[in-house]
T-cell receptor
Framework: GEDVEQSLFLSVREGDSSVINCTYT??????LYWYKQEPGAGLQLLTY?????DMKQDQRLTVLLNKKDKHLSLRIADTQTGDSAIYFC?????????????FGQGTELSVKP | DTEVTQTPKHLVMGMTNKKSLKCEQH?????MYWYKQKAKKPPELMFV???????INESVPSRFSPECPNSSLLNLHLHALQPEDSALYLC????????????FGEGSWLTVV
């Protein structure tokens, strides 16, 4: 079945770049998403990329997609303490019944001053 | 405006109570979702409504009863819940229930005592 995997923890210093990685198994993935969840809050859609794209940049965020290796990454430039959160990678497919999102386990990003 | 509004933000209920969670979106989306999330875990899909009809029920116990009164509203009726049902309940919506960007609300924190 479909599976999405992420490392569980990442710790960086304020001002450094953070790179959060994700691998997925579903070849028919249409959309790949990054959601951010701060403590006590809901999921905030950070960015998404269509499966026919290689890269997407949005201010401090850069998403890279390697379709051959089924690898997705999220780079946060100039990481700030406010970026501390759990980051979920997710994928959906046009072929998934109902557009069901398949989530990774989430990467907890800790930003130290 | 990509807003999904959920009420109440916090709910404490006894195991014999009947309560409801409410969700509203005004983005003209035709697919709406209920997810359940335990602390520091990824959300788990419960139900999908597409064009106001229930299209997916992920084998959710009958003590959870969804309702979609119109295309903007989604309710989750709760009855005879167990303490293990305590979790964050997230509503989400997308323009259609197939390969479209999914937006989440801030969630309703439910505690069953």
């Amino acid at each position: 079945g479909e599976d999405v995997e992420q490392s569980l923890f990442l710790s960086v210093r304020e001002g450094d770049s953070s790179v959060i990685n994700c691998t997925y198994t579903d070849s028919s993935s249409t959309y790949l998403y990054w959601y951010k969840q701060e403590p006590g809050a809901g999921l905030q859609l950070l960015t998404y990329i269509f499966s026919n794209m290689d890269m997407k940049q949005d201010q401090r965020l850069t998403v890279l997609l390697n379709k051959k290796d089924k690898h997705l990454s999220l780079r946060i430039a100039d990481t700030q303490t406010g970026d501390s959160a759990i980051y979920f990678c997710a994928e959906s497919s046009s072929y998934n019944q109902g557009g069901k999102l398949i989530f990774g386990q989430g990467t907890e990003l800790s930003v130290k001053p | 405006d990509t807003e999904v509004t959920q009420t109440p933000k916090h709910l404490v209920m006894g195991m014999t109570n009947k309560k409801s969670l409410k969700c509203e979106q005004h983005m003209g989306h035709r697919a709406m979702y209920w997810y359940k999330q335990k602390a520091k875990k990824p959300p788990e899909l419960m139900f999908v409504y597409s064009y106001e009809k229930l299209s997916i029920n992920e084998s959710v116990p009958s003590r959870f009863s969804p309702e979609c009164p119109n295309s903007s509203l989604l309710n989750l009726h709760l009855h005879a819940l167990q303490p293990e049902d305590s979790a964050l309940y997230l509503c989400a919506s997308s323009s259609q229930a197939s390969g479209n960007t999914i937006y989440f609300g801030e969630g309703s924190w439910l505690t069953v005592v």
